[in-house]
């Protein structure tokens, strides 16, 4: 199970933008990840793959530094916001929460949650 200091590193990593090496760094080889009630992605060459071309969609992403956090033994729930700027330059916010079970210092399994219908656009402060 990790530590909280392990699942802070974690969070100062995704929080910092760099998405794609925080799957490489903090998820097992053998991770799944699933989004709401779809199919669970399986593998961590197919999640950093997944990543890295859905970042390619975006114009820009911000990772807000989550509020919440909780880390129960190998059970850790993030409560995520990131700002999504697409090609057109239109921002919206997206509010998550994930559910992990860690294996030792990893990620075995992450599920997110959310309500696509709340995905509004929202005016950002420039820099």
Avoid: C
């Avoid at 794609?20 to 999640?47: C, H, Q, W």
């Avoid at 949650?113 to 995905?119: H, K, N, Q, T, V």
């Amino acid at each position: 199970m990790p530590d909280r200091k392990r699942v802070e590193e974690f969070i100062r990593m995704v929080v910092s933008g760099d998405h794609v090496r925080a799957i490489e760094d903090f998820y097992r080889e053998d991770a799944s990840m699933r989004e709401n009630t779809k199919e669970p992605r399986r593998g961590r060459d197919v999640l950093v793959a997944h990543e890295a071309a859905a970042l390619k969609r975006m114009a820009r992403i911000h990772t807000h530094q989550p509020e919440i956090f909780l880390v129960d033994g190998d059970r850790v729930a993030i409560n995520w916001t990131f700002d999504i700027t697409d090609g057109e330059g239109v921002t919206r916010r997206m509010e998550e929460l994930a559910l992990q079970r860690w294996r030792g210092e990893r990620i075995a399994e992450e599920r997110f949650f959310y309500d696509p219908a709340s995905i509004q656009p929202v005016a950002v402060q420039p820099g």
